[in-house]
């Protein structure tokens, strides 16, 4: 079954430095690749997602995440992040297997903490 | 403006008593999903369901009811059965059965704490 790893529970930074949060996936066949964010106390919002073409996805807020099949990866980037990136960030993949009832499979999260 | 509504924010429930969160939505989406979390466990899915009238368990569905009378709201109940109930409860909905494709819109969320 499709599982979805993210390898760093929590990441602090300095303001205007890059980060990377990093995704892995478990399946090399063809999939769909969902980055979310969670604000504290708030519901998930859709930051990017990766269907096909181009592996280099750009989303809302200034983020931008890389599709690697080879390496089954997809791993979140920001090149200056600032303090009201501070949030809760979660990978989530399309279950191929599923058929009929797809839905999608979630890591447990990565918290960014964004420090002045 | 679409979006989903979840009611209320927080609530808190007495050991022993069943509570209902409600989740509305004007988005006219088909598919309609029940999530807990839980700090360092993300998000489980409870109950989902993708047409009116239908609905299928999740991974922790135990303890746990829904109903889809209407496209628009998905209410869930947790019942007395449900041991360890206090979490941050989340609905969520999509566009018809290319869901993965589109990804989810999430409500706000329902804080429960069990009293």
């Known amino acids: 079954a499709q599982s979805v790893t993210q390898l760093d529970s929590q990441v602090p930074v300095f303001e205007e430095a890059p980060v990377e949060l990093r995704c892995n996936y478990s399946s090399s066949v063809s999939v769909y690749l969902f980055w979310y964010v969670q604000y504290p106390n708030q519901g998930l919002q859709l930051l990017l997602k990766y269907l096909s073409g181009s592996t280099l996805v750009k989303g809302i807020n200034g983020f931008e995440a890389e599709f690697n099949k080879s390496q089954t990866s997809f791993h979140l980037r920001k090149p200056s992040v600032h303090i009201s990136d501070t949030a809760e960030y979660f990978c989530a993949v399309s279950d191929p297997n599923a058929g009929n009832n797809r839905k999608l499979i979630w890591g447990l999260g990565t918290s960014l903490a964004v420090n002045p | 403006d679409g979006g989903i509504t979840q009611s209320p924010k927080y609530l808190f429930r007495k050991e022993g008593q069943n509570v209902t969160l409600s989740c509305e939505q004007n988005?006219?989406?088909?598919?309609m999903y029940w999530y807990r979390q839980d700090p360092g466990q993300g998000l489980r899915l409870i109950y989902y369901?993708?047409?009116?009238?239908?609905?299928q368990k999740g991974d922790i569905a135990e303890g746990y009811s829904v109903s889809r009378e209407k496209k628009e709201s998905f209410p869930l109940t947790v019942t007395s059965a449900q041991k360890n109930p206090t979490a941050f409860y989340l609905c969520a909905s999509s566009i018809g059965t290319d869901s993965w494709r589109y990804g989810y819109t999430f409500g706000s969320g329902t804080r429960l704490t069990v009293v």
């Open positions: 369901s993708q047409i009116v009238n239908d609905f």
């Open positions: 988005l006219n989406h088909d598919a």
